[in-house]
């Protein structure tokens, strides 16, 4: 009897950890991860200091004109100690040549200051449907870039959903990753659940993007995806 008693004893208290962890969606805490978004304008939070990878913004190529890349950060990063990707924010694809050589230079600039830079990483929306357009892009980026540097993109959950698999192995062939956003604007994206289990059709190593602060709650189906990588926090100051 005694036994018994206790064995629903332990039943229960394990219900009761299932509801608190599981049975509702928690909050995106930097503290639990190790990997991170540093955008222009964002103050680093404690946790930096115990990352291990960083995604940081150097510049962008605005809308209204292809040929000028502006600059997001005033100097280099000295990151020796963390695995460091230089992010080129793109609202275009059709870059002029000065747009080029500056994202090469900065690459230069930041690896010649001790960084342990990984490559580069283009941030751009491109839709499910403009796939087979954007692997011709980045297949010139490629081409450009130093075989030295990794090439990463960020990707819409959509892709897992809808993409064209003939345009994702084209992918798979020019860039070494892709960091799935799971998020629009500071809240995590209705419906993450149902795209991320899909996620494993991505041919191309992934990862996840959090929006610090938003709700999470692990799909299961990563745990057993081959592909998955880990997780990446979009860091964002604190709203007063």
């Not at 049975?23 to 540093?38: E, H, M, N």
């Not at 345009?167 to 799935?180: F, H, Q, S, T």
Request: hydrophobic share 45%.
């Amino acid at each position: 009897m005694r036994r018994s008693i206790a064995l629903l004893a332990a039943l229960a208290l394990l219900a009761g950890c299932w509801e608190r962890s599981g049975g509702s969606d928690q909050r995106v805490d930097p503290a639990d991860y190790t990997s991170f978004f540093l955008w222009a304008g964002v103050k680093p939070p404690p946790e930096l200091s115990r990352a291990t990878e960083l995604y940081i913004l150097s510049g962008e190529v605005k809308a209204e004109d292809p040929d000028t890349y502006v600059p997001m950060r005033a100097g280099v990063p000295r990151l020796a100690d963390k695995r460091v990707w230089l992010v080129v924010r793109a609202a275009r694809l059709d870059w002029g040549e000065g747009v080029h050589r500056a994202v090469l230079t900065d690459l230069a600039r930041w690896e010649r200051a001790g960084n342990g830079v990984a490559g580069l990483q283009v941030d751009f929306d491109a839709a499910t449907r403009g796939l087979d357009g954007y692997a011709d892009f980045l297949a010139r980026l490629r081409q450009r870039l130093p075989q030295r540097y990794q090439l990463s993109v960020t990707g819409l959950m959509d892709w897992s959903a809808h993409g064209d698999p003939a345009a994702l192995a084209r992918l798979a062939g020019i860039v070494d990753e892709v960091v799935v956003q799971s998020y629009q604007g500071r809240s995590t994206i209705p419906g993450y659940a149902d795209y991320l289990s899909r996620l494993a059709r991505v041919p191309i190593p992934h990862k996840v993007a959090l929006v610090q602060g938003g709700e999470w709650q692990e799909p299961a189906a990563l745990r057993s995806d081959p592909g998955f990588r880990g997780y990446v926090v979009f860091l964002v100051n604190p709203e007063h």
